[in-house]
């Protein structure tokens, strides 16, 4: 189970972070990642991270501005977000998968478990 938890309103330029916390099925042996979704359209991919923390991958859009990272005492990922802007208002959704690669990484497809999802909100 992947608990999402963390959103809210922040202006433009703030940071917020998200957290994805898991409980079962040792998720510390499994790939994360973030995506979000707005009204209308597809899930989108934001970023992702290997069991063992040392791959990462990002979106170009949140490249330099977001970071993802997790601890594994707490089986909980985390999703630091900076200098937001307006066009990542979205819903985000932490997602788990045990085979993925970082060439799947990016694929919705690929993941087998799915949080709730947390809105994010950024303000102009």
């Known amino acids: 189970q992947l608990q999402a938890s963390g959103g809210g309103l922040v202006q433009a330029g703030g940071s917020l972070r998200v957290s994805c916390a898991a409980s079962g099925r040792g998720f510390n042996r499994y790939v994360m990642g973030w995506f979000r979704q707005t009204s209308g359209k597809e899930r989108e991919f934001v970023a992702a991270i290997g069991w063992s923390g040392g791959n990462t991958l990002y979106a170009d859009s949140v490249q330099g501005r977001f970071t993802i990272s997790r601890d594994h005492a707490k089986s909980t990922v985390y999703l630091q977000m900076n200098s937001l802007k307006p066009e990542d208002t979205a819903v985000y959704y932490c997602?788990?998968?045990?085979?993925?690669?970082?060439?799947?990484?990016?694929?919705?497809?690929?993941?087998?478990?799915w949080g709730q999802g947390t809105q994010v909100t950024v303000s102009s």
């Open positions: 997602a788990a998968d045990k085979y993925s690669t970082t060439s799947t990484y990016r694929d919705p497809r690929k993941y087998d478990y």
